[in-house]
């Protein structure tokens, strides 16, 4: 195959972003395929007339977006780049001057600092050795699932302690869930937009995803009861409450509709509740309205702090023997330490405090957003953590998270929340989180805003 090269007099400057994006574009187009072998550095800089560490930088550039990959005594390599997207979060956090929009996490404050080392501090007073001793797999200390039944409360769900299992997140609960309750080849349903963890976990252990169509308010309870009609299915899986990637706040009445769905059915149903208590005023969760048959998921990694990497799963009895199974399998036990913060955050006030700064910085970031994209198509919540952005006519979804990257924003895009021969939505989902500094916020969506408000062909190329 013969060897690539860039024109060296269409590079624009600074002369290492513009290798890259020559390179970028060129696997874009399809000039560089999977697999191809790129020049040496040394080859590279001699025929473009530039120094060697003009070309490391752009490919460590390029390595850093997952557009190629280096191995010593090998060379460089063009890697898939529909595999790149299989995540919608960048894996590595922006530079300094880079706008990290990709992945969905809360925001944090010296508040929350505070908390944690406060707690960390605190930690060893009275603190039960069984603890940091444990070693067994099982559902959780006592102490800890009877403090669960009080931030269960909170969350909507009357429970007992013996019915909860601690986690280490919602994905882990899910998984757990989704491994307990089917075998290969079952059918899993779900909104045709979904969260991606559904999307991979349901493909690790073979499982049929399938979307069902939704509209405003979440699924339609007339498209699911037509597909459990004709074809046979074992859970419904609802992200009813902000749904990842959406927003949708799935109001009571649809709720209770498809909860009356999946009784006529037999479907178990898997809700994942990961927001907990952010949002004001919000309906009954799925899992009060059908305890019998419903798995119920929550953390504090979106709603308090996102290094606290703990949770419940709240389900009937005669689901837990195979659950707790599951959940040896996926991780032997939650991590005790982390369930003991987690507890001592309820006891004390702290979980639901930070629970409500969440919930008033979201608030604002939400306006801000509302200015910004002030006529463009877009859905969320007052108290959600990511906006959904339908792209107007002349994008592709690919064509602008590509033109966003060189811009050095990093947006998630539609591709991985899609249930399979769900089509492209020409959207993208948008944190408003991530970026902590408002201002630095507030001139990332302003620089998307621009994008759309000309067609695509209207831009200029540009360097990253």
Known sequence: ???????????????????????????????????????THRKMAERLGLSVHTVSKAYETLRRQNLIDGHVGRGSYVLDPNVTQDQPFKLKSEGRNGF?????????????????????????DELDPSIFLSCRPNVGHDAHRETGVKWLSICGVDTSPDSIIMTNGVSHGMSAALSALTRPGDTVLADDITHHMLVSGCSYL???????????????PDALEEYCREKEAKILFLF??????????????????????????????????TFGPLVKDRPTPVTALAPERSIYLTSFTKCTISGLRAGYLVAPDHLLPALTSRIVVFGWMATPLMCELASRWVLDGTALELAMWQRAELCKRYEIAKQALHGMQWSGHASGLHIWLKLPEGWTTDSFVAYARELSISVAPDTPFLTPKT?????VRVSLGSIQDHERFKQALNLLAGMLARPHAALPPLTY
């Open 240 to 273: 009813p409450s902000l749904a990842n990637p959406t927003a949708v706040m799935v109001p009571e009445e649809r709720r209770r509709a498809l909860v009356e769905v999946a009784r006529k059915f037999g479907l178990y149903i898997i809700e994942n509740d």
């Open 100 to 124: 990290d929009l990709s992945i969905s996490r809360p925001m944090f404050s010296k508040l929350h600092v505070d908390r944690f080392q406060k707690a960390l501090i605190r930690l060893p």
């Open 1 to 39: 195959m013969t060897i690539w090269y860039p024109n060296p007099a269409t590079l624009q400057h600074p002369l290492h972003t513009g290798l890259a994006s020559a390179i970028a574009h060129a696997i874009s187009d399809g000039k560089l395929q999977k697999g191809q072998q790129l020049p």
């Open 423 to 427: 089509a492209s939505q020409n959207a």
């Open 206 to 220: 073979g499982l049929n995803l399938v979307g069902i169509q939704t509209d405003e308010f979440g699924i339609r």
